[in-house]
């Protein structure tokens, strides 16, 4: 059973660019999150969704951010514009349904972005 | 104050040593805590789940939570240089498995 996965690993842009970060969920698993990490700091919810819909999206920048979960494929984060502020590790969570009682969320290996 | 507070160390001790890593916060309303562990570069590996206030035990690993005092531990036995790593505890409120709240981290080397 494959775990969080999550690319590119390691993204560089230019300012000004857009930035797509994607994200698979574990198997089986209809909830995921998006987490931003800046060096020596905790993670820092930024969205959650599950398939097409965006649940709580209180931690996303007004602007220039976006996030979806298609019913096919994977959640993208959308980073449009990026500024050098931009630059973290994002960390993409995923967990199984509310039904099957279970609250724990599993992390990808992130993606670090870069702008130059 | 921020909702949940974590000494970020750096916490060095010896090889086999008791670690005993702490996290305080301050909304009464969290019922569900988490201990994940973070290597260097990799995302955070779900150490420990616990719900609401007491003990529960995994191996080397004991986890502890004091709601009154909106306390919560995370004990590793016999410490080992691969428990080296960055631990983060984390918490929500609410039965959706939402709204989870990260501390900073606490840094922790385990010297040979």
């Known amino acids: 059973n494959a775990g969080v996965m999550q690319n590119p690993r390691h993204l560089v842009r230019r300012r000004g660019q857009e930035a797509r970060l994607r994200c698979s969920p574990m198997?089986?698993?209809?909830?995921v999150y998006w987490y931003r990490q800046l060096p020596e700091e905790g993670l820092k919810f930024m969205v959650y969704?599950?398939?097409?819909?965006?649940?709580?999206e209180s931690g996303m920048p007004k602007e220039r951010f976006s996030a979806e979960f298609p019913k096919e494929g994977p959640s993208i984060l959308r980073i449009q514009q990026v500024v050098r502020g931009d630059s973290a590790a994002y960390f993409c969570?995923?967990?199984?349904?509310?039904?099957?009682?279970?609250?724990?969320?599993?992390f990808g290996p992130g993606t670090r972005l870069t702008v130059l | 104050q921020k909702e949940v507070e974590q000494d970020p160390g750096p916490l060095s001790v010896p090889e086999g040593a008791i670690v005993s890593l702490n996290c305080t916060y301050s909304?009464?309303?969290?019922?569900?805590f988490m201990w994940y562990r973070q290597y260097s570069r990799k995302g955070p590996e779900l150490l420990m789940y616990?719900?609401?206030?007491g003990n529960k035990e995994d191996g080397r690993f004991t986890a502890q939570v004091d709601k009154s005092s909106k306390y919560i531990s995370l004990f590793i036995r016999d410490s080992q240089p691969s428990d080296s790593a960055t631990y983060l505890c984390?918490?929500?409120?609410?039965?959706?498995?939402?709204?989870?709240?990260f501390g900073p981290g606490t840094r922790l080397s385990v010297l040979p």
């Open positions: 969570a995923s967990s199984p349904n509310v039904a099957s009682g279970s609250h724990e969320q599993f």
């Open positions: 198997k089986g698993h209809s909830h």
């Open positions: 969704l599950q398939k097409e819909n965006i649940i709580d």
């Open positions: 909304n009464s309303a969290f019922q569900y």
């Open positions: 616990t719900y609401s206030s």
């Open positions: 984390a918490m929500t409120p609410d039965n959706y498995g939402q709204n989870f709240v």
